[in-house]
């Protein structure tokens, strides 16, 4: 997960203040090029999926999508950076059709060149994967993109499709995010330092919306925390903020500042979970069913409500929430009154439309007849949690 961090909410204590900056090497510049395959360095994180929504036609699957920008530019990174300004190049146009005999989604033609013909090299096979009942197809590919001196740089991304035999009638989309980033070497202390720069928004341009890291050491580098350009990044103690950042990725500024606060202050600040992680322990989690109509009736015969906990294998704070949350004493006792389900939203897809579940994990309470009586989105903590089941 990333997280912006909003100086303004900060207060800084003088009594306690971060690493002494050195005005004199406060700025700095930094080369960055696009890693190659195998290189390592790269985060452990991918952001939240690019949809390209498709068309029918003439048997196949048919969309575009547009990258990069016609002026690469350096952009000053700042929250009023206008990005109204972006004309791109011709889209990258794509096709996904089934090959002769196959039950499923197994082509994808992607125009790499941009010239809106379709070439053998052009043409990409999946071996098609059930999960879950979905039909999975996923594809690799490395597109080009214009730099600032007139090249091109590389532009790696995973591309998948899903079929859902479930919902015949779901509008169909092939969906993508980048597999790359940019990574760069200098010196700060007379010791080698790493950065590295990667897309949360991907559109093919880096600006103040997206992520970079700093660390001593490459392997280092994969384990540092990605922050928003926005934001700031901690090394050997001191805070670094970003400055500029070609929208090619070629190169950045940044410089050591002193944020009034010092790097384990804000750990301490932003580790939000640890009074769930320190909280008594029940004896027993809390109890939950897995059949929502055996809990509705139970609920119904004994004169009870029914807490419906509707989360998925995939969810981060679902996981979280079972770890702490509903091992909570307070939890466990507060949810006494209830009886109790978790349903896997990916399972229970006539749930998930009738109660309107647009997010994991959500938390409902009905009564007896399986009217929502109040709802809860996201991870919510052993003391809110608790409260929100005694209302």
Not at 74 to 80: A, G, M, R, W, Y
Not at 229 to 237: I, S, Y
Not at 309 to 317: I, K, L, M, Q, V
């Amino acid at each position: 997960m990333i997280v912006t961090l909003f100086l303004c909410v900060l207060v800084q204590d003088p009594a306690r203040r971060a690493a002494t900056v050195d005005p004199a090497s406060a700025s700095l510049s930094v080369v960055l090029v696009p890693a190659k395959e195998g290189d390592r360095g790269g985060p452990r994180w991918s952001p939240k999926a690019a949809s390209v929504p498709l068309t029918t036609r003439d048997g196949a699957l048919h969309g575009s999508f547009f990258l990069g920008s016609k002026a690469v530019t350096n952009t000053k990174v700042s929250p009023s950076t206008d990005l109204s300004e972006r004309t791109g190049a011709p889209p990258f146009r794509v096709s996904l059709s089934r090959s002769e005999g196959a039950a499923h989604v197994d082509m994808l033609w992607i125009d790499l060149d941009r010239d809106g013909e379709e070439s053998p090299a052009e043409r990409l096979h999946a071996e098609p994967k059930e999960t879950r009942g979905k039909w999975w197809s996923s594809f690799q590919a490395t597109l080009s993109l214009p730099t600032s001196k007139g090249g091109v740089r590389s532009y790696p991304i995973a591309l998948w499709y899903v079929e859902d035999p479930r919902e015949p009638d779901a509008a169909p989309a092939l969906r993508w995010t980048r597999r790359g980033w940019h990574a760069g070497k200098l010196t700060i202390g007379d010791q080698p330092a790493y950065v590295s720069i990667t897309e949360r928004v991907m559109d093919g341009v880096f600006d103040q919306r997206d992520c970079w890291a700093i660390a001593r050491s490459v392997d280092a580098l994969t384990r540092a925390p990605s922050r928003s350009m926005e934001g700031h990044v901690w090394l050997d103690g001191v805070a670094y903020r970003a400055l500029s950042i070609d929208s090619d990725g070629s190169a950045m500024t940044f410089e050591a500042f002193d944020p009034g606060f010092t790097e384990a202050e804000e750990k301490e600040r932003a580790d939000t979970t640890k009074p769930d992680r320190e909280a008594p322990r029940a004896a027993a989690p809390l109890a939950f069913g897995k059949d929502f109509a055996a809990a509705l009736a139970e609920a119904k015969r004994d004169g009870k409500q029914l807490f419906v906990d509707f989360e998925t294998t995939w969810c981060g704070p679902c996981k979280a929430m079972d770890q702490w949350v509903y091992t909570a004493a307070d939890v466990v006792d507060a949810g006494k009154g209830f009886v109790a389900v978790k349903l896997d939203g990916d399972e229970e897809r006539d749930l998930v439309k009738k109660y309107g579940v647009g997010g994991y994990p959500t938390m409902l309470v009905l009564d007896a007849d399986g009217k929502v009586l109040r709802r809860a989105v996201g991870y919510r903590g052993v003391k809110a949690m608790a409260a929100w089941l005694r209302n």
